[in-house]
């Protein structure tokens, strides 16, 4: 009953393609055709000014992305984002952006060689995001290697960012890497890090503030999959600045949770 519990799961999970991680990228993407649809919801605290009382007040910040993968070839994979942040509560005034507003993206992902062929598997990574403020354009390099029911991941990650206001460029890296456990098909436990760090490279403040990082969380990951159906949840603590107290205009609470659903067709 289990074998076979076991096969029914592998072979509805061949048409989808999970991320045991929430913030790094695997190398493996879907075959030709495979088509799958994600939604990913991030949640930490930040810091407003209520504007009845002047005093600053915390509350929950919310960020949602929507994703359409396709597999162009085995090696070539197309990604497709809506995006969305709700607004702060109407009476709070000086609230801080989310990482990515309002907008929609477009990206390609390509592999270099077939999963296992090389000593390290490596993928690279092109993305476009159009939002509110500004055009980002993102590059990424996708590490893997595996060790029997272990999977190492890591993503080197670049961003140029161009504002619309003014000519106001940032460089933004925020790397991410982790480990995952294949314990079963179905569950898949693991351990994450990321982090996020802006320079600014026109009108830099002469003392980095808190909000331009470099920001770095640490928690553990979890991987369920349901046929071809998975959920992903990563839990993270704030290892970087543990003392500090957020203010007024400050997102990145000690606290960040990210959550990916996805269903493979």
Known sequence: MAATLCALTWSHAARANPRPLPFSYPHEQLVEGGTELEQYVDFTT????DSVTGNPKQYGMF??????EHGI???????????YAPSAPSDFTGTPRPIEGNG??????????????WPIDVSVYGELVENERE??????????????IARIMANITAEQEFYYSGDDRDFV???????TFEATPAIQPGIEWWMRAEY???HAPSSRPFGLGPHQYVGPALLVQMGSLWWTNGVYLRVSDWDHALQPGEAFGKLWIRSVIGYGF
């Open 104 to 117: 929609m993206k477009q990206r390609l992902r390509y592999k270099l060689a077939d999963t296992g062929v």
């Open 46 to 49: 930040a810091k407003a000014t």
């Open 135 to 148: 055009l980002e354009i993102e590059g990424k390099i996708i590490l893997q290697r595996r060790f029997g």
């Open 63 to 68: 960020q949602f992305q929507t994703e359409f």
């Open 173 to 179: 890296f925020d790397p991410s890497a982790g480990v």
């Open 200 to 202: 600014p490279e026109e």
């Open 73 to 83: 070839t085995d090696r070539l994979e197309l990604g497709l984002y809506v995006m």
